[in-house]
Each structure stands twice: as structure tokens, then as C-alpha cells.
Nanobody
Framework: QVQLVESGGGLVQAGGSLRLSCAAS????????MGWFRQAPGKEREFVAA????????YYADSVKGRFTISRDNAKNTLYLQMNSLRPGDTAVYHC????????????????WGQGAQVTVSS
């Protein structure tokens, strides 16, 4: 089992940057594929990015490709999401999640979730 806690959200102007962190408890962080999802008010949760256990493979939603970067530091049990060139449409609660050995893009395949971090992008 793993517990996840996000931090780093906030209010930023369009075009700005933020970096989200997701701290994981336990000693098995490196055995999980990890992902970021987001949910805007009135919308369904959507996939943002995923990363393999080693960090060597990443995958992004088309809407964030080229602007967001997912990474992880297994020695620090931490997942990151660097968000650049932010747009008002990126406003949402961002959640990190842990899957099994894979790095799926659908929320139903993730077993553990953080409570979320609010990101608000003003125009």
C-alpha cells in the first residue's frame, strides 16, 4: 500500500509555470507506475501524464504534450509534474496516482490516489 500527498498547487497567470510534487509513503514507490490526472469543475477526471517505474518511459495527453513534464525521484519517493505555458483551460484539481507495474492512461487502473492540489490559471 502507498499513501500519496500532493503539493505545489496555486494561482498563476496564463503563460506561467508551476511544479507539482507528490510525496509517497512506504518503501515500494519504485515498484509503481505513476500518473497525474486532473478534474475541472463539472467535468470528468482526465488523464494528464504517466511514467514508468524507472522513469525511463513517459506518456502525455495531447493537450499537455510539449508543455508539461512528468518525472520521478525514486530515492526521494517523489513524483513531479512541471507545468509550463499554463492556460486557463489547465485550471483543475490535479491528482497523482499509483498503479501496479504498468503506467496506464485510464483512471480505473490506478489503485491509490492523492487528495489533489488545486491549480488555477488566470487569463
Amino acid at each position: 500500500q502507498v499513501q500519496l500527498v500532493e503539493s505545489g498547487g496555486g494561482l498563476v497567470q496564463a503563460g506561467g509555470s508551476l511544479r507539482l510534487s507528490c510525496a509517497a509513503s512506504g518503501r515500494t514507490f519504485s515498484t509503481y507506475g505513476m500518473g497525474w490526472f486532473r478534474q475541472a469543475p463539472g467535468k470528468e477526471r482526465e488523464f494528464v501524464a504517466a511514467i514508468s517505474r524507472s522513469g525511463g518511459t513517459t506518456y502525455y495527453a495531447d493537450s499537455v504534450k510539449g508543455r508539461f513534464t512528468i518525472s520521478r525521484d525514486n530515492a526521494k519517493n517523489t513524483l513531479y509534474l512541471q507545468m509550463n505555458s499554463l492556460r486557463p483551460g489547465d485550471t483543475a484539481v490535479y491528482h497523482c496516482a499509483a498503479a501496479g507495474m504498468a503506467m496506464p492512461t485510464t483512471s480505473g487502473e490506478y489503485a491509490y490516489w492523492g487528495q489533489g492540489a488545486q491549480v488555477t490559471v488566470s487569463s
